[in-house]
């Protein structure tokens, strides 16, 4: 009778365990819109320093603290963008002038 | 649609993606542990499904303001 049971216990168990974690996920909007998952990503950066301090605390070491990084990669990507494109609309005008310079050159050489 | 909304819902998208991909990973993860004996394949699939519903969703949101809605009358 529990050699019959126990496979059907163990299938019982395991389909409660992934039946439980995408009702989860269901649940908290992950599989939701798009509003709802941009939601959900903000409420959990904003839960994870307080769980980091539990989990330092409950361990009791001090994690080295996060070194502030004062490079920004957004404002880097954009200057980068912008200083490529303003090079790309000014690059013939700025071609044209050292050419001229150039010839301008070669020519008093002959002179 | 304004630049400024345009940015606004890329941002939305980038999000829900990185949500989505993170939760079809985990989704994944534990289907292949209980069910598949440790395979890959089912993260695969998990990351596959997630990436494809934050598509949709992109898709669905910058599709928005060119759908013609019906106006149905109270009766």
């Known amino acids: 009778m529990a050699a019959n ?37 903000g409420k959990a950066k904003a839960a994870i320093p307080p769980a980091v301090d539990e989990w330092v605390k409950y361990f009791g070491f001090k994690l080295p603290a996060f070194p502030k ?24 005008t700025a071609l044209g002038g050292y050419t001229n310079q150039g010839l301008q050159y070669l020519k008093d050489l002959t002179k | 649609m ?12 980038l999000a829900d993606s990185a949500v989505k991909l993170g939760a ?7 289907f292949s542990v209980v069910f598949f004996k ?16 934050a ?5 669905n949101d910058l599709r928005a303001p060119y759908l013609i809605q019906r ?5």
Request: glycine share 16%.
């Open chain 2, 24 to 30: 079809g990973l985990g989704l994944g993860i534990v």
């Open chain 2, 2 to 13: 304004s630049e400024k909304e345009l940015g606004k819902k890329l941002d939305r998208c």
């Open chain 2, 55 to 59: 598509y949709t969703n992109c898709q």
């Open chain 2, 38 to 53: 440790r395979h890959t394949w089912p993260v695969a699939f998990g990351l596959g499904m997630g990436l494809g519903m």
């Open chain 1, 5 to 41: 049971l126990f496979p059907v216990l163990k299938l019982a168990t395991k389909v409660t365990i992934a039946g439980g974690a995408l009702y989860v996920t269901y649940d908290s909007g992950l599989l939701g819109g798009s509003e709802q998952g941009s939601e959900v990503l």
């Open chain 2, 71 to 75: 106006n149905i009358k109270e009766q």
């Open chain 1, 69 to 92: 990084i004062g490079f920004s990669p957004i404002e880097a990507w954009n200057s980068g963008v912008q200083s490529s494109i303003s090079a790309l609309s000014s690059g013939p």
